[in-house]
Every structure is written in structure tokens, then in C-alpha cells.
């Protein structure tokens, strides 16, 4: 095999220049972000302090049983489509085509807001500067790290995330200290591990556990797109499966752990109003210019996750081109492996969205968010499914399970246990009113998708049908 064989997926032309570090990295940046550093506190003000940590316990559990899904999958077809792809081989091609446009969703309704939330936080330091201007500029940024090469975008999303890593792990070494009494601090030993008991264990119920679940899930999106990187990934087979584990056991890690610190260190009441709980607990502790620090690690995580959502998009719309549901025009690469066109138009429905929250924000803008709040859950969903099917092709077909290079273990049993998980979020909103929305637009758009694919493929099998006739006869 040449050298340019080994670099590019002989399936789509991408360029194979991720390494386990990148793809981890994409993983956790897609995670780790705002959800976590400013409205974590309000999962434990709504469920609890107990209530929260195991809606995240939950959270996490499920996170590994749809990773695990999904690394079998990748690991057997590492393709840059992912879940989609194989929805469309295994559960049919209208599923395939719903997950895709579902994911594009939910990452191009992020982008828009991502760069307008770092651009409003940025005039914290340049108040005379207006709003657009560094909007503009991160997403100019953005763009180019995405177009230039995958490469450029990896290592860019690799020290982005970085940044948020090292600042979870201080936080939960800091917070670790105060609550072992390491630290002599007034503030939170007046609290001390009396949160979890001072209302009673579940101080509103157990039904908000249920009713967090989404906020959980969505808080957790982001570890699919290891799937996606499949595709652009060195030496897939090796390199997934290390990030896989790497990723779930970090994340469970990470977002517990904070969940955990989080509701020690702050009573519940408080939790939901402060506007970040971490610059609430480094206060506490006395680290100076926490606010500043914080604003920081904030930008960086918008950075991040508006970097690793365009990424994300353009592959989805690259994928529905490739299946022939779009334009040609979007599965082009440029010389350097990027979909510049699907790139562009992802960028674009950024914008468009962004504009909808500015004119249309209790109608369209709303059933964007709400969809794409959804989304997510279904995706999952689509994994675990996918996954139990392609199993079933797999041996059906006589294949030795023992022959998967990476396999679910505990089959079926895990991926059954990661959809009654999702349903169980899915269910949950139905009771909780500010979240009830989701359902009233996701499903109807969910079932639009379906609609809108049958009709264009019965379009698309009558154009096939009358090419023949059409075309000169050569009997004469």
C-alpha cells in the first residue's frame, strides 16, 4: 500500500491525520463546555444534591453503554458518515437520512450562539468594542482551522479542550481539598457534607431526577463525535478503542466528580442562581480574578465546541451528499481533505439560526433549540439500535464474534440497557413543563424527515425509471 493509499480513506478521499490524543481531545471538548461550568448548578437545584449526582451517574452509565455501541461499529466500518451511515445500512436509509439532518441540527443551532456568547463575554475586558467585531473574528477563526486542513483542526480543538481539562481537574483537586478539610475556608465548612441531608435526601422528589435526564444527556453530547473521526483516524482499529475508554472513564470522572464537589460546596437554594458555580467555589477558596479566569475558560470552551460543531456538521452534510440526498457539491473535498461546501453551508445555517434568536426567538429559534435538545437522545438511540442489528447481520451472515476487533460486552443487555436509558430521558421531559416543548417540535420534525425522504426517493425512482427511455436507442 502506497503512501497516499495509507493517509486517505479509500472510501470517501478524507485525509487519515487524527491520533488517539486528537480524537479523545474532540471528544471531551465536545463535552466538557458551558452546560458544565454555568448551568451545571442548576441540575442540582432542580433534582437535588443526591438527585443530582445520580442523574449523572446515570448520565454517565448510559454514555458508556452507547460509546461502547458505537465503538463496535466504528471500529468494524470506520466512516466518516458514523451513526448515520449506519442507521442507513442497518435500520434503513429514512432513518439514516433523519439522524443526519437531526445531528446537523443541533450542531449548526450551537454554532451561531457559541460565537455570539464569546463575543458578549470578550467586552468584559473591551467594553468599547462591539459585539459583532469579535464574533466575526472567532468565527473567521473557526472557519479557516476547519477549511485549512483536519489536521490544523484537530490540533486546534486538542489545546482548546486542554484548557477546559486542566481547569475540571484544579477545580475538583481545589474543591477535593476544601471538602476534606484541607483548606481552611469559613465559607464552605459552614456548608460542609450537610447539603445532602439538610432538606432530606431528595428534597424535591424523585420525579426531577427523571425530569433532568435530557439536560444530563445533552450535557454529555459531544463523545459521538469519535465516531465521526473514525473516518479521518490513523490506524482506526487501534486508535478508537483506546479513545473510547479513555473518554467514558474521564468524562464519568469529570462530570460526577463536579456534580459531587459542586453540591457539597454550595446548598441547593444557591446552585441555581449563581451565575457560575464554579467562580461561586473558587471564590470561596480565595483564587484570585476567579470571575477572569473563569471568562476565560469560558471562551475557550465556546471556541471549542463552535470548532468541533462546524466539523461535525459539514461531515453530516457531506454524508447526506454522499448517500445522493444532496447535491454533489457537498461531498467535495478540497486538495487538503475538507468539505469546503458543506463547511460553508453549515457555517451559513450558524448564522441563520443566530438571526432567528435575534427576530423569531419564541417561534422559530425556539423549535430549534428544542429540537435539537432532542436530538441528541435519538441519535443515541440510533446507536444502540444500529449496533444490535449489525450484530445480528454479523453472525447471521457467519460471523465470529470473536473475530470483532472491538465488541460490546454484555450484549444485548448493554445496548438494550442504553435505549430504555434514552427513553427513560424522553419520558422524563414529558412531566417537566419548561422542557415539554422538545417533544412538540422534535417529533413532528422527526416525522417530517421520514416524509420528506419518501417523497424524494419515490421523485428520485421515477427520474431513474424514465432515463433509460430518454437516451438515444441504438437499434436503428
Given amino acids: 500500500m502506497s503512501i497516499k493509499q ?5 472510501r470517501s478521499g478524507f485525509k487519515q491525520e487524527m491520533q488517539t490524543r486528537h480524537i479523545v481531545m474532540l471528544a471531551l471538548g465536545g463535552v466538557i463546555g458551558t452546560g458544565l461550568f454555568l448551568t451545571s448548578g442548576y ?7 443526591l438527585g443530582a449526582v445520580i442523574a449523572y451517574i446515570i448520565g454517565a452509565l448510559m454514555v458508556y453503554m452507547v460509546m461502547m455501541c458505537l465503538g463496535e461499529l466504528a471500529v468494524q466500518m470506520p466512516e466518516t458518515g458514523s451513526f448515520s451511515t449506519y442507521a442507513t445500512r442497518f435500520l434503513g436509509p429514512g432513518t439514516g437520512y433523519t439522524v443526519a439532518w437531526l445531528y446537523w441540527l443541533t450542531w449548526t443551532v450551537a454554532i451561531g450562539s457559541e460565537f455570539t456568547a464569546a463575543g458578549i463575554l470578550m467586552t468584559r475586558w473591551f467594553p468599547d468594542t462591539p459585539v459583532w467585531i469579535w464574533s466575526a473574528l472567532f468565527a473567521g477563526v473557526v472557519f479557516l482551522t476547519n477549511v485549512i486542513s483536519v489536521r490544523l483542526f484537530a490540533e486546534t480543538e486538542f ?70 473521526a473514525a473516518g479521518e483516524t490513523k490506524d482506526p482499529q487501534r486508535n478508537v478503542p483506546r479513545a473510547i475508554r479513555t473518554t467514558v472513564l474521564r468524562l464519568a470522572i469529570f462530570f460526577v466528580g463536579t456534580i459531587f464537589v459542586l453540591a457539597t460546596l454550595l446548598p441547593r437554594e444557591q446552585a ?6 464554579f467562580v461561586t467555589v473558587f ?6 480574578y476567579s470571575a477572569d479566569i473563569m471568562n476565560f475558560v469560558i471562551i475557550s470552551a465556546l471556541l471549542s465546541a ?44 450558524g448564522a441563520a439560526s443566530l438571526l432567528s434568536s435575534v427576530f423569531a426567538a419564541d417561534t422559530i429559534y425556539l423549535a430549534l433549540v428544542s429540537i435539537s435538545g432532542l436530538a441528541v437522545v435519538v441519535v443515541w438511540m440510533s446507536i444502540a439500535a444500529s449496533q444490535i442489528a449489525f450484530r445480528r447481520h454479523y453472525v447471521a451472515n457467519g460471523g465470529d464474534i470473536r473475530d470483532l476487533k472491538f465488541r460490546v460486552r454484555g450484549y444485548p443487555w448493554v445496548p438494550l440497557g442504553a435505549l430504555v436509558c434514552c427513553s427513560l430521558a424522553c419520558v422524563g421531559i414529558a412531566f417537566d413543563p419548561e422542557q415539554r416543548v422538545a417533544l412538540y417540535f422534535g417529533l413532528p420534525f422527526i416525522a417530517w424527515c421520514y416524509f420528506v425522504y419518501y417523497i424524494t426517493r419515490k421523485s428520485r425512482e421515477r427520474r431513474l425509471a424514465l432515463a433509460p427511455l430518454a437516451q438515444p436507442s441504438d437499434a436503428f
Fill in 272 to 277: 441555581g442562581l449563581v451565575e457560575s458555580p
Fill in 43 to 49: 441540575t442540582v437545584n432542580q433534582a437535588g444534591p
Fill in 306 to 349: 463552535a470548532n468541533s460543531g462546524l466539523y461535525a456538521a459539514s461531515r453530516m452534510l457531506w454524508t447526506l451528499s454522499d448517500q445522493g440526498h444532496l447535491p454533489k457539491q457537498f461531498s467535495a473535498l478540497t486538495r487538503m481533505g475538507t468539505p469546503l461546501n458543506a463547511i460553508i453551508v453549515s457555517m451559513a445555517g
Fill in 159 to 228: 489545546w482548546l479542550s486542554l484548557i477546559k481539562v486542566i481547569t475540571v481537574v484544579v477545580f475538583l483537586v481545589i474543591g477535593g481539598g476544601a471538602i476534606l478539610g484541607l483548606l481552611n475556608i469559613d465559607q464552605v465548612h459552614s456548608i460542609g457534607l450537610g447539603n445532602f441531608t439538610r432538606e432530606g435526601l431528595f428534597p424535591t422528589g424523585f420525579m426531577p431526577i427523571a425530569m433532568t435526564l435530557l439536560a444530563v444527556a445533552f450535557a454529555f453530547s459531544g463523545t459521538e463525535l469519535i465516531g465521526i
Fill in 6 to 10: 495509507q493517509q486517505l480513506d479509500p
Fill in 283 to 288: 471564590t470561596y477558596i480565595g483564587i484570585p
